[in-house]
Antibody, heavy 117, light 111 residues
Framework: EVQLLESGGGLVQPGGSLRLSCAAS????????MRWLRQTPGKGLEWVSA????????YYTDSVKGRFTISRDNSRDTLYLQMNSLRAEDTAIYYC??????????WGQGALVTVSS | DILLTQSPLSLPVTLGQPASISCRST??????????LAWFQQRPGQSPRRLIY???NRDSGVPDRFSGSGSGTDFTLQISRVEAEDVAVYYC?????????FGQGTKLEIK
C-alpha cells in the first residue's frame, strides 16, 4: 500500500525543538519531491517546506526560515523536519506529503505539534 | 503571497443536486504550458485528498461526477450530483508561486 506515516509530534515548550519523521512505503521514495504542510483552525492549510528528489534543493515559507530544516534519507525512505525555536504559532497538524513540482498527490495522516508552556 | 479566494465558504446542497465552488487567484497560474491549480477534499477527521490537478485532470479513483475547469485566474470545481460521501471541506491550491497557497476552504453539507 502506498502511504506516508508521520511520527515525532507532541507537546513542546516555546523555544524548544522537535523532529518529525515521515516513513514512506509502497512507492520509490527517491523518485519524488517531498513536502511538509501544516493545518490550523485559524490559518487553514499552509505549505511549510519542500525538498527536491536528491535533497539538494530546499524551500521554506518565510515564517519558518532559519528555524526549520527539511531533509531526507533516500536509503531509509524517510523524510524529516527538524523544528527549532518553536513558537506558539507553530502549533498545528503537520502533514508529510509527496508530489511533483507545485503539487501534492499523497498526504500522510498528520502529526499534532503543540507548542505551549 | 498569492491569495486564493473561494466562494461560497458554506455550501448546503440537496442530495442528487449539483454543486459548484469557485476559486479566484490574484495572479495567473499559467506557466510552462501548464496551469498549477489543484482541488482537494478533506472529509471530517481525515487528511486532505487530491481530486483534481492542473485544473481539470481527475485523480485515479475519483468519481466522474467531480470535474474541474477554468483558466488564468478563475477556476471552478463542480459536482454533478452530490452524494452523502461528498460531505467535506474542499480546498483549491496554487502551485506556481512559492510559497504555494490554499484557498480558505468551502464546507459542503447536505441540506
Amino acid at each position: 500500500e502506498v502511504q506516508l506515516l508521520e511520527s515525532g509530534g507532541g507537546l513542546v515548550q516555546p523555544g524548544g525543538s522537535l523532529r518529525l519523521s515521515c516513513a514512506a512505503s509502497g512507492f520509490t521514495f527517491s523518485n519524488y519531491g517531498m513536502r511538509w504542510l501544516r493545518q490550523t483552525p485559524g490559518k487553514g492549510l499552509e505549505w511549510v517546506s519542500a525538498i527536491s528528489v536528491s535533497g539538494d534543493g530546499t524551500y521554506y515559507t518565510d515564517s519558518v526560515k532559519g528555524r526549520f530544516t527539511i531533509s531526507r534519507d533516500n536509503s531509509r525512505d524517510t523524510l524529516y523536519l527538524q523544528m527549532n525555536s518553536l513558537r506558539a504559532e507553530d502549533t498545528a497538524i503537520y502533514y508529510c506529503a509527496r508530489g511533483p513540482r507545485g503539487d501534492v498527490d499523497l498526504w500522510g495522516q498528520g502529526a499534532l505539534v503543540t507548542v505551549s508552556s | 503571497d498569492i491569495l486564493l479566494t473561494q466562494s461560497p465558504l458554506s455550501l448546503p446542497v440537496t442530495l442528487g443536486q449539483p454543486a459548484s465552488i469557485s476559486c479566484r487567484s490574484t495572479q495567473s497560474l499559467y506557466a510552462d504550458g501548464n496551469t498549477y491549480l489543484a482541488w482537494f477534499q478533506q472529509r471530517p477527521g481525515q487528511s486532505p485528498r487530491r481530486l483534481i490537478y492542473k485544473v481539470s485532470n481527475r485523480d485515479s479513483g475519483v468519481p466522474d461526477r467531480f470535474s474541474g475547469s477554468g483558466s488564468g485566474t478563475d477556476f471552478t470545481l463542480q459536482i454533478s450530483r452530490v452524494e452523502a460521501e461528498d460531505v467535506a471541506v474542499y480546498y483549491c491550491m496554487q502551485g506556481k508561486f512559492w510559497p504555494y497557497t490554499f484557498g480558505q476552504g468551502t464546507k459542503l453539507e447536505i441540506k
